[in-house]
């Protein structure tokens, strides 16, 4: 009833007091003043304050290990020893580049952990190209990267992935990163600038590239490509811009005052459009073109192609021009005007980039829009910095141009005496190292944001960072060679555990699992599959039906990439932003639409069951049961062990775990030998496509199951619908088994229908014409608890009879088809061959023709079991003939798998 009473702005001050008092950092006399309004104490929070240098406790030889050390006096707490060598070098190869390091790469350090050592080991992996590869996702997910617009059609953004290589390429040369914000807020502006003042050579190519690619920075949220309100829809794009400007640079919601007065920190809705002012000259809302024109695809042309391109283009316009004038013949004159049209939409051939050119017109007026309604005008405002940073930067809004705002915007956030940006950024390195930053919410350094576990500490790293240039990289160092980061991490520390069960206060370091790209890449580290190439528009991961067909467009703008492709690094998967793929989202993948700083560690049961049952997962596994076999095919089942847990875990299995896993192979040996009979199809498309995917799968791309003894038909596809094409009822995907071809038979087999199947079914005298399947089909239809029987003709499907039958996904049912000349007897359940069958039709209207056996399933997958054909010649164990791997083959693949799923192997530590 107590809350109940307060007034907003009460329980908004209780809260901060709270929070201040269980921190254990500030004294209440801090918060003096925001009784009356939390906006007013602009000097009174920490975040505002410029940044100072102190001076690191004594005790300590490194600066971080004094810092942590004297608050963990204070609680009369001792840290945890340091982690093992091995520990230590399986965290750095992580952290740094993303992916495990190998069995020798360990021993290797065992050998020799002496300090020297470590800090060189620090910098080769420092300067491997996949430490950009790791890092820049970090970065990525803070600007919301993705690759496509999101809405409803989610279209492509073209060349976006430019501005993810242009983040590697930065980090792998240690850009300094006062220069990494100003090129993403006006780069454009910046290389235009130097070239103005001392001439087009003095950028180099690549500088320019660079600088234009940068900006992309401001085309990655997403856009509504159809919007109802245009107007409306232009302002929230340029709230996205601000929101991740705000989250990305500043630490601040800025996007809190964008309809009222921010709640929590001193912003008013004035500050916010007077930042926004910055930004009116940017044009985000607009169709992609790759025409001189455009504002949102640039040319990384040199500046003399691009004025030799112009002057050849007006040229050839001038002789169109004129031809038009000599009264040209109807044909002539057509196919000039054709000409025409063409010559003057065309770019120049070059690479192009996503970016921002900025507009020559007059700036924009800008006013406070009342509730944020850009038809609800307000006062006017002008380009102003925010009141409650006091950085000593003045901008001048008399220019009657738009040019030069962003740079003074940029120079602004990039300037040391900003005393939020240095301190956002180590502090976001600092999260990534210790799985927690100092500050807790990476993104929020206001009011509703946590206070800092050690303010002083994260001073003089702000400090410290900017006095070495705002290298990123010498940041990393400091950090790995401090003793604190080197902890282990074990919570055996009773007293400790007791006192800062959170470990606020450092005493080891931070128990975390490996990100969803990690553990993606570490997987394909192991398998023996990975493909390190870098840059480019990325590969396409392959997706299931369900997934696809949660597109408005299942397939629109996707491709097929090869396994080459498909085995590169995460960060190179082609981003959908509907269409994420399931093993990524499941371990908490970026959300690809909003700035994130900290992702949510959850544990879930769809993650076990994704390790175990994804198709990546089962695929790496089974190449590394190849490996192993190709490497030891004679060798005794320990030494392969070893190898299975060197590539792994970059350790040697102890005995108890040989033991074990010895035991595991005899078990699974003997089950696989068990259900060696069982076959599962499984369907891979949706049933509607949009055509440009749909004729770039091939035939084995729509129904998955054994690799040996069949071949695939993609079903009849003949509907076309707005560029989709819809499948034709009971004519889906299908499979014929090889070398089955009879006219007369017995087929016995076992059916299970899976959850969610619409049918499964058997085909016999069948074979496929332009992908129609000709023929019987005995379809199981669970919905409906039905058998029927279907003929299949050239021109029409014909039910020929049904009857009721026990159909339940998920449980077997026994079915026995034969056929001799024009009868057709069908029996399912327990039912034997003596007694009376279910079903029985003479179908004699047509010529008897022979033909193949074989499936079709829709809907979800259908297992076959005990599947046998008996013709008057032989008989045939389909199932048998389908295995292309022993028993013990599968057992060792799930020895694989089983490793991968290990806590040692998806875990940091």
């Known amino acids: 009833m107590l809350l109940g009473r307060m007034s907003f702005r009460s329980w908004v001050h209780l809260m901060v007091l709270v929070s201040t008092w269980t921190a254990g950092m500030w004294s209440l006399s801090s918060m003096a003043g925001t009784e009356v309004d939390t906006r007013s104490a602009t000097s009174n929070w920490w975040a505002f304050k410029p940044v100072t240098r102190p001076v690191p406790p004594s005790g300590s030889l490194h600066p971080i290990d004094a810092f942590i050390a004297a608050r963990l006096r204070e609680k009369k707490l001792q840290p945890n020893p340091p982690a093992s060598p091995r520990e230590k070098v399986r965290r750095l190869f992580f952290n740094l580049t993303g992916l495990p390091p190998s069995y020798e790469e360990v021993e290797a350090f065992e050998k020799n952990p002496s300090p020297e050592a470590w800090r060189a080991l620090i910098d080769q992996l420092l300067a491997s190209p996949q430490y950009g590869v790791r890092w820049a996702r970090h970065w990525l997910d803070v600007t919301r990267f993705a690759q496509s617009t999101g809405y409803e059609r989610d279209a492509e953004k073209l060349f976006a992935w430019r501005y993810r290589d242009y983040v590697v390429d930065s980090l792998n040369t240690d850009k300094p990163y006062d220069r990494f914000v100003r090129e ?79 709640k ?32 949102i695809l640039l040319p990384l042309a040199r500046p003399e192609e691009i004025e030799t391109f112009k002057r050849r283009q007006q040229e050839r316009i001038a002789e169109l021009q004129a031809q038009l004038g000599d009264n040209p013949t109807a044909e002539a004159k057509k196919q000039a005007e054709e000409e025409l049209t063409k ?25 406070v829009l009342k509730r944020g309604n850009p038809r609800s005008p307000g006062e006017e405002v002008k380009p102003s910095f925010l009141g409650a940073i006091d950085s000593g930067s003045v901008f001048d809004s008399s220019s009657t141009s738009s040019a030069g705002r962003r740079t003074a915007l940029a120079d602004w956030i990039a300037s040391p005496r900003n005393p939020l940006t240095a301190r956002v950024i180590v502090n976001r390195i600092w999260h990534h190292h210790f799985g ?54 074990a919570k055996s520390n009773a007293e400790a555990n007791l006192v800062d069960p959170g470990n606020e206060l450092l005493w080891r370091q931070n128990l975390r699992r490996l990100d969803a790209e990690v553990l993606r890449d570490m997987v394909l580290k192991v398998s023996g599959k990975l493909n390190l190439e870098m840059g480019g528009r990325g590969f396409f991961p392959k997706l299931s039906g369900e997934v696809l067909a949660g597109g408005s467009r299942p397939g629109m703008d996707w491709d097929i990439s090869t396994e080459s492709q498909r085995s590169r690094r995460s960060l190179y998967m082609y981003i959908r932003r509907t269409s994420l793929v ?30 175990l049952n994804d198709e990546f997962l089962q695929q790496q596994a089974k190449a590394m049961a190849l490996k192993l076999e190709s490497q030891s095919p004679a060798g005794l089942k320990q030494d392969r062990i070893e190898s299975l847990w060197k590539w792994t875990l970059a350790r040697k299995p102890s005995p108890m775990e040989l033991s074990e896993a010895l035991a595991f192979l005899e078990r699974e040996t003997k089950e696989q030998a068990e259900i060696r009979t069982r076959m599962t199809f499984r369907p891979e498309t949706p049933d509607t496509l949009y055509v440009n995917f749909f004729n770039k799968l091939t035939q084995d791309s729509f129904l998955s199951g054994p690799e040996n003894g069949w071949e695939r038909h993609r079903g009849r596809w003949p509907k076309e619908y707005e560029a989709n094409k819809t499948l034709e009822p009971g004519q889906g995907p299908f499979a014929l088994a090889k070398q089955t071809q009879t006219t007369n038979g017995l087929i016995q087999v076992n059916i299970t229908p899976h959850i969610g199947s619409e049918c499964s079914s058997i085909l016999f005298r069948a074979r496929a014409d332009q992908e129609r399947s000709l023929g019987y089909e005995l379809a199981l239809h669970p919905a409906a608890n039905q058998v029927v029987l279907r003929w299949h003709s050239p021109t029409s499907s014909v039910d020929l009879a049904h009857c009721p039958a026990p159909i339940k996904p998920g449980s077997p049912l026994s079915v026995k088809i034969r056929f001799e000349g024009p009868s057709i007897q069908i029996w399912t359940g327990s039912k034997t061959l003596n ?29 076959y079991e005990q599947f046998s054909l008996t013709t008057p010649e032989r008989t045939w164990d389909l199932s048998e003939h389908s295995v292309d791997r022993t028993p013990e083959q599968r057992a060792w693949e799930n020895l694989c798998l089983l490793s991968l799923n290990l806590n040692e192997a998806v875990y940091v530590d």
């Not at 206001?446 to 990289?473: N, Q, Y």
């Not at 499941?586 to 700035?595: I, L, W």
């Open 264 to 295: 929590f920190d001193p912003i008013s809705q004035a500050d916010y459009y007077s930042m926004l002012a910055f930004l009116r000259g940017v044009r985000l809302s607009e169709a992609p073109k790759q025409q001189l024109e455009s504002s």
């Open 184 to 262: 993403q807020l006006a780069g454009d502006e910046m290389i235009e600038r130097k070239m103005a003042q001392s001439g087009a050579n003095a950028v180099s190519d690549q500088e320019r590239r660079a600088a234009l690619t940068a900006t992309a920075f401001y085309r990655l949220g997403v856009y509504d490509d159809e919007p109802d309100d245009k107007l409306l829809a232009e302002y929230e794009e340029l709230d996205d811009v601000m929101n991740t400007i705000g989250a990305s640079f500043l630490g601040l919601t800025l996007g809190c005052a964008r309809c009222h007065e921010h």
């Open 436 to 489: 927690r930053g100092i500050v807790s919410t990476t993104t929020d350094f206001g009011r509703a944001g946590t206070l800092p576990t050690h303010p002083e500490l994260l001073d003089w790293l702000a400090s410290e960072f900017v006095s070495k240039g705002w290298s990123i990289k010498e940041l990393h160092r400091v950090i790995l060679t401090s003793e604190t980061w080197q902890r282990s991490s």
């Open 835 to 863: 007694t009376p069958p279910d079903l029985q039709v003479t179908h004699d209207q047509l010529p008897l023709v022979g033909g193949q056996v074989g499936i079709r399933v829709w809907g979800a997958a259908g297992s």
């Open 343 to 367: 010559t003057r939409s065309m770019g120049p051939d070059c690479d192009w980039t996503l970016g921002v050119k900025e507009t020559t017109n007059a700036p924009a007026t800008v006013t």
């Open 582 to 611: 399931p093993i990524m989202e499941v371990f908490d993948y970026s959300n690809a639409t909003s700035p994130l700083g900290e992702r949510v560690a959850t544990t879930v049961a769809p993650q076990a069951l994704m390790m």
